[in-house]
């Protein structure tokens, strides 16, 4: 494990500095003694995090390339370097709009994704477009186009460096949505899968605009299951605690909310909901329409549009 909560019981001076950069800040500035004594005074009940070194899971990381080694595609040019093997060539980049990013996405599992972990605990699974894990598992795969502590194999989901057949079942959680061909992105996922294999694949519907650093595509069930439909049988879809449509509500009133300045926020966060149920039409001239900026519409807008011509030739 390289991120945990902080508690009592494992409270670590070095982790929780590691994880909470402005706690280090506070300590050098003299407005706080140490890490501990933020936690015992907010931290603890700020939820704050401990993080370890990247040390803790070198030999593990090792062991899983050895592991995986005979199961690359002999055909892609890649770089071993000393946490994962390389497969983002620059012809890939340029291909797929890849560019580098500070944007870190670090997000636990939740409790279907731990039961597939755990179902195949002596097999091999794909975490495709893993981001980085908190936890490093020895059966699952990392597979990125960021080197994080706990990526594996990096690369492009529509050009997977793995061979057939190779995973007893692929992850894919908030991944197509940020993939510029989710098409071939599923087509990849399946090749890579054994026979019976198993795919748990999860992208936003009603989410706003997000992530590393291309969003290209929210989807439908009817979206989601096009993609996989002639490759995979398809289960019917699920909605379950952690994409239900309170998320997504949540989220787009606490963004609009930051969007807004002083007292029109303020005016905002005192509507009720029966406030917010008229005509849209009703609120186009109110404060809190007309003062989001042009990226915090673009975020959260309802829909899309793009106007364009078709060239006339190579050069226009």
């Known amino acids: 494990m390289l991120e945990a909560l902080a508690t009592e019981d494992n409270f670590d001076e070095d982790a929780y500095l590691r994880a909470n950069p402005d706690v280090v800040d506070a300590v050098r500035a003299g407005g706080v003694d140490s890490g501990r004594a933020h936690f015992a005074a907010i931290g603890k009940d700020e939820r704050r995090s401990l993080k ?8 593990a990381k090792r062991r899983k390339r050895e592991r995986i080694r005979p199961l690359l595609r002999a055909d892609m ?13 620059p012809e890939l980049r340029a291909q797929f709009d890849i560019v580098d990013t500070e944007a870190v996405s670090s997000n636990g599992y939740d409790g279907h994704a731990m039961a597939l972990i755990d179902e195949y ?35 492009v989901g529509e050009v997977l460096p793995f061979a057939d057949d190779s995973f007893d079942a692929v992850l894919s959680i908030a991944v197509l949505e940020h993939v ?40 439908t069930a009817q979206g989601l299951r096009n993609l996989f439909a002639d490759h995979l049988i398809v289960g019917r879809g699920q909605v379950y605690d952690s994409i239900l449509p309170i998320w997504s509500l949540t989220w787009i009133l606490r963004s609009w909310a930051e969007g807004l300045l002083g007292e029109t926020r303020q005016d905002f966060l005192d509507l009720r909901i029966g ?19 042009a990226d915090k519409n673009q975020e959260l807008a309802s829909a899309t549009v793009i106007f364009a011509r078709k060239r006339y030739g190579s050069r226009d």
């Open 275 to 293: 406030d917010l149920l008229e005509d849209p039409a009703h609120y186009l001239q109110q404060p809190f329409v007309t003062e989001l900026s």
């Open 180 to 219: 510029k061909d989710p098409f071939q992105c599923a087509r990849e996922i399946a090749r890579v899968l054994k026979p019976g294999g198993r795919l748990m694949c999860c992208v936003p519907f009603l989410q706003p605009q997000h992530g590393y650093p291309h969003h290209y595509y929210n989807m």
């Open 77 to 89: 040019p890649s770089v071993e370097t000393q946490g994962c093997l390389d497969f983002l060539s």
């Open 52 to 59: 370890y070194p990247p040390a803790l899971i070198a030999e």
């Open 121 to 155: 605990r002596d097999g091999l699974i794909l975490d495709c477009g893993a981001g980085k894990r908190p936890v490093y598992f020895d059966n699952v795969v990392n597979f990125e186009i960021v080197d994080y502590d706990t990526t594996d194999v990096r690369g």
